[in-house]
């Protein structure tokens, strides 16, 4: 299982980025993928996931509205579009594993954002939002 991010880079606040991550080594066929991000001096946090089989989704509040997960099964390709960013965005944004299997909808939630949840972690990538 490998996860490889890219996308990141230094932009104004109220611009958008994009965020890529690669997945090999297995299919996104009935998995689920989270994005997750660290700033510097605080825990990893978890952003966003999504269930593979049925497009469930979660977004924690803080970017709620702002970013949209996706995923795109035929590339093994896991996006995160990142619109209206503000400075508290900056961090190392990673993208992980949460399941390698199906999960119902309803457990699509806050809980699969732990950061001890994910099995598999990309490198990162940086995001730095000026004001």
């Known amino acids: 299982v490998q996860l490889v991010e890219s996308g990141g880079g230094l932009v104004q606040a109220g611009e958008s980025l994009r965020l890529s991550c690669a997945a090999s080594?297995?299919?996104?066929?009935?998995?689920?993928i989270g994005w997750f991000r660290q700033a510097p001096g605080k825990e990893r946090e978890g952003v966003s996931c999504?269930?593979?089989?049925?497009?469930?989704?979660y977004y924690t509040d803080s970017v709620k509205g702002r970013f949209t997960i996706s995923i795109d099964n035929a590339k093994n390709m896991v996006y995160l579009r990142m619109n209206s960013l503000k400075p508290e965005d900056t961090a190392v944004y990673y993208c992980?594993?949460?399941?390698?299997?199906?999960?119902?909808?309803?457990?699509?939630?806050?809980?699969?954002?732990?950061?001890?949840?994910?099995?598999?972690w990309g490198q990162g990538t940086q995001v730095t939002v000026s004001s």
């Open positions: 992980a594993v949460e399941a390698l299997h199906y999960i119902p909808r309803a457990t699509v939630g806050p809980g699969l954002l732990a950061p001890g949840v994910p099995d598999y």
């Open positions: 999504i269930s593979s089989r049925d497009g469930s989704t």
């Open positions: 080594g297995f299919t996104l066929d009935d998995v689920v």
